[in-house]
């Protein structure tokens, strides 16, 4: 069965980086499209990031110079480099296969300011 396995989240200072890792098993990710998103309290799940046969990449609008989502075609693994963060990137973050149910558990991820 599809497996996805978040980890790398943590608390950060307003301005610092955090690389967060979704593992994949189940399913080869480059040959599908990959999403990270982020749910805050009391809002919606926001979309920040996706990648499509581990060369198209798009972003959401509030995160766009800042994150970067890349894959390791050898580990299986998509990553999301997140640099200059703000105290309102504070959310659960999901990696997701898109298209499909398959969801990880989330890591948190919280900037103090």
């Known amino acids: 069965q599809v497996q996805l396995v978040e980890s790398g989240g943590g608390l950060v200072q307003a301005g610092g980086s955090l690389r967060l890792s979704c593992a994949a098993s189940?399913?080869?990710?480059?040959?599908?499209?990959m999403a990270w998103y982020r749910q805050a309290p009391g809002k919606q799940r926001e979309l920040v990031a996706t990648?499509?046969?581990?060369?198209?990449?798009n972003y959401g609008d509030s995160v766009k110079g800042r994150f970067t989502i890349s894959g390791d075609i050898a580990k299986n693994t998509v990553y999301l480099q997140m640099n200059s963060l703000k105290s309102e990137d504070t959310a659960v973050y999901y990696c997701?296969?898109?298209?499909?149910?398959?969801w990880g558990q989330g890591t948190q991820v919280t900037v103090s300011s």
């Open positions: 997701h296969v898109r298209f499909s149910t398959h």
């Open positions: 189940g399913i080869i990710f480059s040959r599908n499209s």
């Open positions: 990648i499509t046969n581990n060369v198209i990449t």
